[in-house]
């Protein structure tokens, strides 16, 4: 018992700590209020009402000392706070004055990590910051030992997919799917018809601007620059709809890019339909989206794809945040129906499964699906403690929804009517 007392007050024994990097953090509430760069320290931002936010998954609870690691060419005087909370509310709240100058730490109190979960921690100061780098909040007591944060350059939440699969080879011609945003941050996609060559779906591109994009790939193998690809290779714009911006895309593949700009409404039902006209050795690929406002549908674009010959094969759907400006915010929605039509037999995708960016495990889990109903109910970030959902997860159970529209049936007629002219 001597022993034992004397070997945890030795001082050799200490807390597990962990810094979580500032660069890592959220700049709220407007994402652009605080300059974070991609590494390296963050520094002061001279509006009071923004807030440098983590976010750690604890797995265990405990008592945990909480202190930011800063850095100031001189001695100052700065008042600076700290607010802790979970998905049940406020933990606590802890101010201090940084004074001194370099390299430096300054505590913020002692917290309680109550249970197993997303704990929010919220920076601010009552004035302007200035001649302050922040390098990161440094946690130390048992609960980090195994604690989930997110010490990598990536701020974005993670890219889900659901995958509707078809029978093999089978000529499917026309995919029919809706979405139904439940939210919508800056920078997320919402992509409703996926397939080997192409995608289509909205974004949220600003805080006024948003877009309905169709893009299809080029052949070969070229991933970054299309001026690399040969003209042979390169998808071909064949049609395309009044106001549709079209152009090229690289860095993820190449291909043809059209996009309009659009002001879809979040809770609102989004009809994409896309169509595959296999000829020869390629294929044509068209985007049709049904517009709520006027109800009707119309021509977004088609694209000649070389060395294809395909028909509408490998179909998904997914959520995308493409920057991470806003990675700490849930982005949600449900999928579905899934109809397709094999021949001239439409038939509904009632069972598939689940993926996700393969990096995320190593530092959030904060994504999830649920079948719910006629749709499937995809989630991303939040820091929400519902999920995480396994890679590979499959579904089941996706209930019949009713026959195909006779709006889309009569698209679908005026359509290939045109190939009989």
Aim: glycine content about 10%.
């Amino acid at each position: 018992m001597v022993l034992m007392a004397l070997a945890l007050t030795s001082p050799h024994f200490q807390s597990p700590t962990r810094e979580i990097p500032a660069f890592r953090a959220y700049s709220e509430p407007n994402p652009d209020g605080i300059a974070i760069p991609d590494s390296g320290p963050v520094p002061g931002w001279d509006n009071p009402r923004n807030r440098l936010v983590w976010y750690v998954k604890f797995r265990k609870p405990g008592d945990i000392v909480a202190a930011i690691h800063f850095h100031s060419s001189k001695p100052l005087k700065q008042s600076v706070r700290l607010e802790v909370s979970d998905t049940n509310g406020r933990i606590g709240n802890g101010t201090s004055q940084i004074r001194e100058g370099g390299d430096n730490y300054v505590d913020l109190g002692d917290f309680k990590v109550r249970k197993v979960g997303y704990v929010r921690f919220v920076l601010s100061s009552p004035a302007p910051i200035t001649g302050i780098k922040f390098e990161g909040l440094k946690l130390t007591g048992e609960p980090v030992t195994d604690a989930l944060t997110n010490e990598t350059r990536w701020r974005s939440s993670a890219s889900v997919h659901l995958r509707w699969p078809t029978e093999k080879d089978a000529p499917v011609t026309w995919f029919y799917n809706e979405i139904l945003p439940k939210t919508s941050p800056l920078t997320t996609y919402y992509m409703a018809c996926g397939w080997s060559r192409g995608y289509f779906g909205i974004q949220v591109n600003s805080p006024t601007e948003r877009r309905v994009i169709f893009s299809v790939w080029d052949s070969g193998t070229e991933k970054v620059s299309r001026d690399k690809v040969d003209k042979t290779l390169q998808v071909q714009l064949m049609d395309k709809g009044k106001g549709v911006f079209t152009g090229s895309f690289g860095n993820e593949g190449t291909g043809g890019h059209s996009h309009l700009v659009y002001p879809w409404k979040t809770g609102q039902v989004q009809r994409f339909l896309v169509r595959s006209e296999p000829k020869g050795d390629h294929t044509i690929y068209s985007g049709y989206y049904y517009f709520n406002d006027t109800k009707k549908w119309g021509l977004i674009s088609s694209w000649l794809a070389p060395q294809d010959g395909h028909y509408l094969k490998s179909l998904y759907s997914f959520i995308e945040d493409f920057w991470g400006g806003e990675g700490q915010k849930q982005r949600v929605a449900d999928f579905g129906p899934a109809l397709v039509r094999t021949g001239d037999v439409w038939s509904q995708v009632t069972a598939g499964s689940f993926t996700h960016t393969a990096r995320m495990p190593n530092y959030r889990d904060d994504y999830f699906f649920k079948v719910n109903g006629t749709r499937v109910t995809a989630s991303s970030g939040g820091y929400t403690d519902e999920g995480p959902t396994t890679y590979g997860a499959r579904f089941s159970g996706v209930k019949p929804s009713k026959p195909v529209s006779q709006d889309v049936l009569d698209l679908i007629k005026k359509e290939e009517a045109k190939g009989k002219n």
